[in-house]
C-alpha cells in the first residue's frame, strides 16, 4: 500500500480530526534528523561570525531555542503526543556559499511514536531565532529548505530523504 493509498491517521471516521492511538504499539528507539537553512547578506553573515550583534551570540541562543522548541513540541502541535526525548542535537554551520546558516537537528527518543515533528520543530524555532537576533541589521533574510532528512525506529523502519 501506497502512502498515497493509506487513510489519514489524524482524521476520524467522521472526518474530525483526532489524536492517533498509541497504546498498543511496541516502544522502540526512535531517531529523526531534519535540516533547513537561513540566507542573509554576507556582512550579516560576517557579523554572526565575529560575535558583534547587539543581541549577542547568535549561534549559542538558536542552539538553546531549538533544544527548548524540540522539548515543547506537543504544545505547538495539537495533535502531537508528548514525547519523553532522550537527546537532541542543534548542529548550525555558518556557509559562505548561501549566504548563511545551515542547520540540522537529530532528536532522539525511546517510545511508541516517531519524533519527526520534533526535529523538524527544533529546525524551525532555530532558524526563527536567527532571523529574530539579526533582522534588525538585515532584512532580507530567507528561511528555506526545512525538512525531515532521516526517520528510524518504529513500524515503518527507516526512511532517508534529502
Known amino acids: ?3 498515497d493509498d493509506r487513510p489519514l491517521s489524524h482524521v476520524g471516521a467522521d472526518g474530525a480530526a483526532k489524536m492517533v492511538d498509541v497504546t498498543g504499539k511496541p516502544e522502540t528507539a526512535r531517531v ?11 556582512a550579516t553573515l560576517a557579523a554572526i561570525r565575529a560575535n558583534t ?24 502541535i495539537p495533535l502531537c503526543h508528548p514525547i519523553p526525548l532522550t537527546d537532541v542535537q542543534v548542529d548550525i554551520n555558518l556557509d559562505d556559499a548561501l549566504p548563511g546558516l545551515r542547520s540540522e537537528v537529530t532528536v ?11 526535529a523538524i520543530s527544533a529546525v524551525c524555532v532555530t532558524l526563527l531565532t536567527v532571523f529574530d537576533m539579526v ?19 518504529g513500524r515503518s523502519g527507516s526512511w532517508r530523504g534529502g
Open 1 to 3: 500500500m501506497s502512502a
Open 32 to 42: 529523526a534528523r531534519a535540516a533547513g537553512s537561513i540566507r542573509m547578506a554576507a
Open 53 to 76: 550583534l547587539k543581541k549577542g551570540d547568535v549561534i549559542a541562543v538558536a542552539r538553546v531555542a531549538g533544544v527548548m522548541a524540540a522539548k515543547r513540541t506537543a504544545e505547538l
Open 108 to 118: 532522539r527518543s525511546f517510545g511508541r511514536t516517531g519524533v519527526e515533528m520534533e
Open 135 to 153: 533582522k534588525a541589521v538585515d532584512r532580507a533574510l530567507v528561511i528555506s529548505d526545512v525538512r525531515v532528512i532521516e526517520k528510524s525506529g
